[in-house]
């Protein structure tokens, strides 16, 4: 029968020496990052190009239709979306509707965090993770979008701190083993990621089991992690799978695979790729030598103290970075939103060593410059999030402005938005033919090499010609977003080749809305 193992402070599962004024201030970051993050998502922004590709596949479909592969090459945990389908169903298909979901996972997170710090950190490092954690710019604009990422954060968290509570307890650990389990069933349907966080935790259980430093049999955790492969493998084959067999989907994420890191390509695009996640997480040059250097010493103190949930959190990167090295899994900046929690956790464990014995000078510079990539983007979350492309304001504009039977072109970045908000605000007018909703775009595969997205150029002369039809039109409205270097090159073959003079009548971030006629001054040259 396995021994239990019992830790001094600062070890495996020992709980955090609490400091008097550390829940105080705990709760007040929270407080402020949870009105932060509702004082958003009050402000309605307009959905951009990426949110308008899953809110149009939400509000088209019904519940059973969600699990098959989405429009647009899209994919995200079918629990998301079937949760999603819920509030548009209870509430309407508003913009706060759709972004209710990442909103609540993101406050709940907050709280849950807290909860995980306090069990894994001692003393002041307890805030100070906490803080990063709250008002992490990523974490933050996330809570404001329609994606699945704040979620999958939520779930981690939940996941970890469960194990933790589940590794300190030396009374009842099967009852939190059981919540864990759960926990992590529900998860393998709430976020792609979650194999991997299974992988983590469930493979330390089996060492401290094995060991005598966990009071779960082996057999018992072999049970559960069988479960959830049969529930990954039921996710996968039904849901994942057919969506990833997109050949757009695959070819657009082929450059975040890092390769095999023996060679000097994959050295290259694996250094490449690290780089752009602590640009991401907002850490960059000398600050992202600071954080590379606190996590390193953490790992090495959690391998020291054998902190169980923690060392969970380095096995789940490090499955992660295998996986991807073999094809399987995008390593890539929003990709790895569920690794968020990590980061603090590790880089509290790191500054950890300036402990009480350090004189508070050194102290309080390290944490000071910890806190300069958190404190410098700070401002900005007290500025009204823009969207990358407003396209509710210009699709509204048209249903005021055109007249019935004038033609409407609807360029292909624009499509799904134009689908969402025809149906969300009824915009009958939009539906009258002709409406022409162009073809979607065609991704170009990266170059090899490249460790960034490939850019999708859009055709123009595609374009054109499928507008060519309606060149004797007086009035042709255009709709187009995302092209800022192409759209000199649209308007101006528009001109040349069919004669259509282009006149602003409506522009906002990113997308602008055209009123095109004959333009008597040009003849046209086909």
């Known amino acids: 029968m396995p021994t239990t193992h019992h830790s001094s402070p600062g070890e495996a599962g020992a709980p955090s020496r609490a400091l008097p004024w550390a829940s105080l ?40 239709e969600l699990h098959l592969p989405l429009e647009y090459s899209q994919s995200a945990p079918w629990l998301f979306l079937v949760a999603t389908k819920g509030m548009v169903s209870l509430f309407g298909p508003g913009e706060q509707v759709l972004r209710f979901l990442p909103l609540v996972a993101s406050i709940l997170s907050l709280w849950v965090f807290w909860r995980l710090a306090r069990v894994c950190l001692a003393g002041w490092t307890v805030p100070v993770a906490l803080a990063i954690f709250t008002f992490s710019s990523v974490h933050f604009y996330y809570a404001q979008e329609l994606k699945q990422y704040s979620l999958e954060v939520l779930m981690t968290t939940v996941v970890v ?9 030396t009374n009842a650990p099967k009852r939190y083993f059981t919540g864990w389990a759960v926990a992590a069933g529900i998860g393998i349907y709430a976020m792609h990621a979650m194999p991997f966080v299974i992988a983590g935790i469930g493979g330390v259980a089996l060492w401290a089991s094995w060991q005598g430093k966990f009071g779960v049999s082996r057999l018992r955790i072999i049970v559960a992690l069988g479960l959830c492969v049969l529930f990954f493998a039921a996710n996968y084959f039904v849901i994942i799978s057919p969506n990833y067999a997109d050949p757009l989907m695959r070819g657009y994420w082929s450059f975040a695979y890092p390769g095999m890191p023996w060679t000097m390509a994959g050295l290259r695009r694996s250094a490449s790729l690290i780089n752009g996640y602590f640009w991401f997480l907002g850490y960059g040059s000398v600050y992202k030598v600071l954080a590379v250097a606190l996590i390193l010493g953490g790992v090495w103190r959690v391998i020291r ?6 060392l969970g959190c380095i096995l789940t990167v490090v499955v992660y970075w295998l996986a991807s090295v073999a094809g399987f899994a995008p390593f890539y900046n929003r990709l790895l ?13 790191g500054l950890s060593f300036f402990g009480d014995r350090t004189h508070w000078i050194p102290r309080a510079v390290v944490i000071a410059l910890v806190f300069v990539p958190v404190i410098r983007r700070l401002p900005a979350e007290f500025v009204p999030i823009t969207s990358r492309d407003d396209l509710r304001d210009p699709i ?12 409407v072109y609807v360029m292909h970045y624009a499509v799904p938005a134009f689908r969402y ?27 090899a090499g490249q460790s960034r997205p490939p850019i999708a150029t859009p055709n123009v002369n595609q374009m054109i010609a499928e507008m060519a039809e309606w060149r004797s039109s007086n009035r042709l409205w255009l709709l187009v977003t995302f092209i800022p270097a192409y759209e000199d090159e649209l ?9 259509l003079r282009p006149i ?3 522009k906002s971030v990113g997308t602008t809305l055209y009123l095109l006629s004959p333009d008597p001054e040009h003849p046209n040259q086909d």
């Open 25 to 64: 201030i705990c709760w007040g970051i929270i407080v402020v990052g949870a009105l932060l993050r509702i004082n958003q998502w009050m402000l309605n922004r307009s959905l951009w190009l990426d949110e308008s590709y899953l809110a149009v596949n939400i509000l088209e479909r019904g519940f059973w």
């Open 161 to 169: 701190w469960l194990a933790a509570l589940m590794f300190r307890t």
């Open 305 to 310: 103290s054998q902190n169980l949930a923690l």
């Open 337 to 349: 939103m569920f690794m968020l929690p990590f980061f603090p956790l590790m880089v509290a464990q």
């Open 396 to 407: 509204i504009q048209l249903a005021k402005l055109r007249q019935p039977s004038e033609p």
């Open 421 to 447: 908000y025809r149906s969300a605000l009824g915009l009958s007018t939009l539906s009258e033919p002709p409406v022409v909703l162009a073809e979607q775009m065609r991704v170009f595969y990266p170059k």
């Open 491 to 499: 308007l101006h073959g528009l001109q040349e080749r069919l004669n």
């Open 504 to 506: 602003s009548r409506y």
